[in-house]
């Protein structure tokens, strides 16, 4: 686009230039504001918070480790649960169904995302949560001596945690999986079918192509779970614990501050919490950028630029 | 467009509106949710006799409160675990502390098929706390409580999640009775809990007890008659097994009133008496001795003077123990030094 | 067998995968749909949007002023958010290709990630300290910086459909940048960029989290800015873990409107976008 320099032209640019530079603003402070306010606590533990279990408020003790380990098991363990049922869907949208069904599909699936959080907590408290500990105590007790079934059968705990968090995972993966096979080129179809590959191959062909931007939708909804905060309270059992068990009681990074930001009276609790926050903005900022990368190193070789922006948008 | 309009016009008319209506003055505290129950009442039914105040009281736990009255986000706090030395020192002025009522932390379960009231004795409850008792049918309970059938259920334990003067009452009185609680624990508001799950709040545990078969928590009294949890008679330092009443509560606090400090900050925690009830609490309520704002802080004063006056008469209503007046004697002595103008 | 009958079979398998994998999605989704709406409605009544919360454990008692202080955020917050977006969107678009404009995507992107809980706790340092009070101004600044990423990055896609040659014979004219973005480019993207503000705040109206350190609460019927002020999600999050009956039936009435509210934003957003896929697709 050629660009006329007349100063009502610089002007334009300067201004609109200035709220684009609060947007980036916001973020480096976020970023400054964490930092400065953890720092106590980075001063006197250093990389120790990051290994110790113990979290001790009344001693001085804090060890984010319990905190660290919830964050990723229940992201981890509902992203194996997501990840399959979110493809499937994506393939089923963009490949499978009828052009009919097509859009009420995609509706129905974006439904899913749109419930708030709390709305999903308030479901686990009252409904999730007595199923499973109807589950945990119906498993039989071969099983139940293996250390992921171990423990008394609560109900709150890692198995709920995780199953919330891959309900709430799927829609954000599939959509953005969607858009990503909806743009890789029908030619690459087109000559599986023409080989004489099934349906199944011919999609395999196609996901295959895909492949780096499905990643990446999947690390997008990595990043979800692991920042999400009133559902997972509402059902994880808040006690920090490192445990493989399901069925124990666990505690995630921004759980705990949900819970106990408000109170911390000693700035060195503050000053822990921040640091936890700091963390969990530090892994979801890594997460979503990987995750942006691939989708639009994907797309972009697929299609060109603009499909790559419209995959980005799906994603946002 | 046109529905963007719409929603600023009326965000725009509700402010004007709001603002024109907003005369009246908003106080805002934020502390325990021991005496939520008592709390909520008292600010309603100051706000009746005088609509042009409304005083909002958040229960976000009494770690919440302190935190936020020292940094002076919030006009007033509550606990009902009374700020230490060094938090006392922290904050930027002088914080009286004010005896508002008394109350009862009593020990709640919820056990599938067992209708029969449960004793306890302090150090029981201190091993099932401590994670050493785990099965309903513990031989340690059955002494306790022979006659009745314990299930081989596992034990749930429930405790608060968040900064808690409940908790704080609860642990004091634990290492009291258990000197392994004192060495491996000890006491505060956020105890490093050797086992069990956290809820928020008083609700939040009572909300747990009632939905986990097999689980005890604590929680303060009007909790557990509100919502039919059962709750059981704890042993006194008198060997007396004792259910906690506003008679049993008000027993506990009886020698307090003697040698009670100058500051009012108290523990009447396994009290000795008969009659007493063992887990008993005064709970407080926070003031500047010298606000910024003194007009709320005449309202508040004014608000006191009634609640530990004609407010006291709907503690018990509530399962609150009013103070004893020896107690409101020496309180509104304190009230007198909190400056109005 | 043969192979090429083994190879059928799988791919039928698949596709019933395919097929189960959008079942399994649609059962919770039911479900939660279910659950909302059927307690919800017993508990929605004239009283839920007209009175106030009553006092502890006593029934009855409304969230009359919980709904009106997630308007007044969610409002607050897009008089915020939107001209920040758009004219950041603006930017990225006009000027995309630059250092810059790849600078405040980058930005933007990244805001969005960010957990909400956090944006809570940066907002509780600016905004709740340094004032020593909670309010809705705060709650409305959070709000806020969560809808702008999404604002923005929609303007910037709107921006970028928008014909090269609405532009450029704008420019023929003689218009300057701004005059032809303003006048010419913008109003020809603003159903799309209504559709962006809808989307943000279907997005925030059912956040809980931001709003519990900034905010905060409210008993009483607030519209002041500088007080704390009530919202649906917090209250409903309170009543939630409360032991009281008539609170949980509250909290499912108020999940219900939440939802409602959240759906119809999302409803509107996704028509709106057909609308606008169709015109540009000719």
Known sequence: MPQTRTSGDLGFRIGTGLFGFVVIAIVGMIAFELTRQSLPTIQKFGLNFWRTQTWDPIAGQFGALPFIWGTLYSSILALAIAAPIALGIAVFIAELCPARIQRPLVFLTELLAAIPSIVYGLWGVFVLVPAVRALETSMPEVLRRLPIFSGPARGVGMLSAALILAIMVVPFTSSVAREVLKSVPNTQREGAYALGATRLEAIRAALFYARTGILGAVMLGFGRALGETMAVTMVIGNDPNVTASLFAPQYTMAAVLANEFSEAADPLHLSALVEIGLVLFTITLIVNLLSRLLIWSMARSARGPAVATATQAAAA | ?341 | MSRTTRRKMLSSAFVGFCALSVLLALVPLALVLFFVISQGIRAINLDFFTQMPKPVGEPGGGMANAIVGTLILAGLGSLLAVPIGVVSGIYMAEYAGTRIASLIRFAADTLNGVPSIVIGVFVYGIAVLPFKQFSAMAGAIALGVMMIPIIARTTEELLLLVPLTMREGALALGATRARAVFTVVLPATLPGIITGVVLALARIAGETAPLLFTALNNRFFSTSLRQPISSLTVQVYNYAQSPYDDWHRQAWAGALVLVTIVLLCSLMARLATYRLESMHRQ
């Open chain 2, 1 to 341: 467009m046109k529905s963007k309009l719409l929603v600023t016009t009326g965000c725009v008319v509700a402010l004007v509106a709001g603002t024109a209506a907003q005369q009246r003055a908003l106080i805002n505290g934020a502390g325990a949710t021991f005496p939520n129950p008592i709390y909520s009442k008292w600010f309603d039914e100051y706000h009746k006799m005088h609509p042009d105040v409304a005083i909002n009281y958040q229960s976000v736990g009494s770690g919440a409160g302190i935190r936020q009255i020292t940094s002076q986000t919030v006009f007033f706090g509550a606990t009902d675990g009374p700020m230490t030395s060094e938090q006392l020192l922290a904050a930027p002025g002088k914080i009286f502390h004010f005896p508002t009522v008394l109350g009862a932390v009593v020990p709640v379960y919820n056990i599938p098929n067992v209708r029969a009231e449960l004793k306890f004795s302090g150090p029981l409850l201190a091993d099932i706390f401590l994670g050493k008792v785990t099965k309903w049918n513990d031989p340690a309970i059955a002494k306790l409580n022979a006659g009745a059938t314990l299930p081989a259920t596992d034990i749930t334990v429930v405790h608060r999640s968040d900064g808690s003067g409940t908790t704080y009452i609860w642990v004091d009185y634990l290492a009291k009775v258990s000197p392994e609680w004192k060495n491996k624990v000890g006491v505060g508001q956020s105890p490093n809990w050797p086992a069990g799950i956290g809820g928020k709040g008083n609700e939040g545990v009572s909300g747990l007890v009632t939905q986990t078969p097999g689980a005890i928590g604590y929680v303060e009294l009007i909790y557990a008659l509100q919502n039919k949890i059962s709750y059981g008679p704890v042993q006194n330092m008198a060997g007396e097994f004792v259910k906690a009443t506003v008679e049993s509560v008000t027993a506990a606090a009886a020698e307090a009133v003697a040698k009670m400090p100058p500051d009012f900050r108290v523990s009447i925690t396994n009290a000795p008496g008969k009659s007493a009830y063992p887990i008993s609490s005064f709970t407080w309520l926070l003031l500047y001795e010298n606000p910024k704002d003194k007009a709320q802080s005449k309202v508040m004063v004014d608000f006191m003077k009634w609640a530990l006056g004609d407010g006291q008469k709907l503690a018990a209503g509530l399962g609150y123990a009013p103070l004893p007046d020896g107690v409101v004697k020496l309180e509104l002595a304190q009230l007198a030094k909190v400056k109005v103008s």
